[in-house]
Antibody, heavy 121, light 110 residues
Framework: EVQLVQSGAEVKKPGESLKISCKAS????????IGWVRQVPGKGLEYMGI????????KYSPSFQGHVTISVDKSTSTASLQWSSLKASDTAMYYC??????????????WGQGTLVTVSS | QSVLTQPPSTSGTPGQRVTISCSGS????????VYWYQQLPGMAPKVLIY???QRPSGVPDRFSGSKSGTSASLVISGLRSEDEADYYC???????????FGGGTKLTVL
């Protein structure tokens, strides 16, 4: 059974760093892209970027390029999303999701349960 | 502001048919596939329609999708109370080289 299990909720102060994780199981981790999607409370979905664990090829949405870093650890089948300096506007639910295709854009077929990040002084 | 435009809300009564629209441009919907996701309250999104009009296994045939030019639509027939959710369209945007979502439509079943 394919599962993406995300790390727990975080409460941070502005300026702090953070890394959240997404542990995959039930499939070959290196063969599928993993993406991240942000959802600000009460708002819609925003695509952040995607990484191919097989070679760490990473593509960011222009809206998030330079603001976050997406990485993977193949040894633990875990994808991560990190910030070096959080802002209050980073407060949101963050979802990881497996992308079904390799060469062309398609859809996210499995999703994590989400990690709620709250940034407040 | 989202790249793809959806109505913020819609409603219907059980058994009715509802249509949710998604408007884009030549760089996204017109030249690429459209996808629809359903997000039940408090849950992660789930794909309902892929590649304009295809349903993953397990999605009832009450859900259907179509695309014409720079617009797409999701139709839900035989509306049920469990369909009350937020619905998002998505597509690849060639000019941004990125996936883009619509702002989402909240469906209320009266």
């Amino acid at each position: 059974e394919v599962q993406l299990v995300q790390s727990g909720a975080e409460v941070k102060k502005p300026g702090e760093s953070l890394k959240i994780s997404c542990k995959a199981s039930g499939y070959s981790f290196t063969n599928y892209w993993i993406g991240w999607v942000r959802q600000v409370p009460g708002k819609g979905l925003e695509y952040m970027g995607i990484i191919y664990p097989g070679n760490s090829d990473t593509k960011y949405s222009p809206s998030f390029q330079g603001h976050v870093t997406i990485s993977v650890d193949k040894s633990t089948s875990t994808a991560s999303l990190q910030w070096s300096s959080l802002k209050a506007s980073d407060t949101a639910m963050y979802y990881c999701a497996r992308h079904i295709a390799y060469r062309t854009w398609d859809y996210f077929d499995y999703w994590g349960q989400g990690t709620l990040v709250t940034v407040s002084s | 502001q989202s790249v793809l435009t959806q109505p913020p809300s819609t409603s219907g009564t059980p058994g009715q048919r509802v249509t949710i629209s998604c408007s884009g441009s030549s760089s996204d919907i017109e030249d690429n596939y459209v996808y629809w996701y359903q997000q039940l309250p408090g849950m992660a999104p789930k794909v309902l329609i892929y590649r304009n009009n295809q349903r993953p296994s397990g999605v009832p045939d009450r859900f259907s999708g179509s695309k014409s030019g720079t617009s797409a639509s999701l139709v839900i027939s035989g509306l049920r109370s469990e369909d009350e959710a937020d619905y998002y369209c998505a597509a690849w945007d060639d000019s941004l080289s990125s996936c883009v979502f619509g702002g989402g439509t909240k469906l209320t079943v009266l």
